[in-house]
T-cell receptor, first 118, second 110 residues
Framework: GAVVSQHPSRVICKSGTSVKIECRSL??????MFWYRQFPKQSLMLMAT?????????EQGVEKDKFLINHASLTLSTLTVTSAHPEDSSFYIC??????????????FGSGTRLTVV | DAKTTQPNSMESNEEEPVHLPCNHS???????IHWYRQLPSQGPEYVIH???SNVNNRMASLAIAEDRKSSTLILHRATLRDAAVYYC???????????FGKGTKLSVIP
């Protein structure tokens, strides 16, 4: 089945620094990838839709200059949290869908990245 | 996006069937009904999805009401590994964003 690999799984960074999270579709091509954020005991919230070769689409309230998304190839999207602050500490998750089979498959999610800003 | 209503929590005994309900009365005629589950500190995992007909796979069965305003995820024999938060999500065809609700937290009792 479709696999999405997300790295790192866990990162601790100092306040004010930047962190890059990678999301790769391993056995399929993904023109669109999705980035979610999940705070403790809450559900996943969509942050942005990453489109290969074009600008990402951000949800309302998500700062595009703070959460930089690059989707330079059909198998890789990156999320960079710039000038991270403690309130950015969260669980970040990416997702993509293999559409080769049409509607045969569901969405595949990465294993998530636990970001802690100290 | 269609709104969904799911029980906050449910309990099941191990090796017994579990029926997880979901109401999605505002679902669009072209929306598929997706089910995902999430274990603690992990990304969500695809369970099953369907459009109109009932669906079966190795993980579960999906029963969709004739008017499509509700659906039920059926785990035929619950195991401890099935303890998770289950999300029911109507979604358009193609690569379309998924909007997660609060889901149902399933506990499995040994």
């Amino acid at each position: 089945g479709a696999v999405v690999s997300q790295h790192p799984s866990r990162v601790i960074c100092k306040s004010g620094t930047s962190v890059k999270i990678e999301c790769r579709s391993l056995d399929f091509q993904a023109t669109t990838m999705f980035w979610y954020r999940q705070f403790p005991k809450q559900s996943l919230m969509l942050m942005a839709t990453s489109n290969e070769g074009s600008k990402a689409t951000y949800e309302q309230g998500v700062e595009k200059d703070k959460f930089l998304i690059n989707h330079a190839s059909l198998t890789l999207s990156t999320l960079t949290v710039t000038s991270a602050h403690p309130e950015d500490s969260s669980f970040y998750i990416c997702s993509a869908r293999d559409l080769v089979g049409g509607e045969a498959y569901g969405y595949t999610f990465g294993s998530g990245t636990r970001l802690t800003v100290v | 996006d269609a709104k969904t209503t799911q029980p906050n929590s449910m309990e099941s005994n191990e090796e017994e069937p579990v029926h997880l309900p979901c109401n999605h009365s505002t679902i669009s005629g072209t929306d598929y009904i997706h089910w995902y589950r999430q274990l603690p500190s992990q990304g969500p995992e695809y369970v099953i999805h369907g459009l109109t007909s009932n669906v079966n796979n190795r993980m579960a069965s999906l029963a969709i009401a004739e008017d499509r305003k509700s659906s039920t995820l059926i785990l035929h024999r619950a195991t401890l590994r099935d303890a998770a938060v289950y999300y029911c999500i109507p979604s358009g065809a193609g690569s379309y964003q998924l909007t997660f609700g609060k889901g149902t937290k399933l506990s499995v009792i040994p």
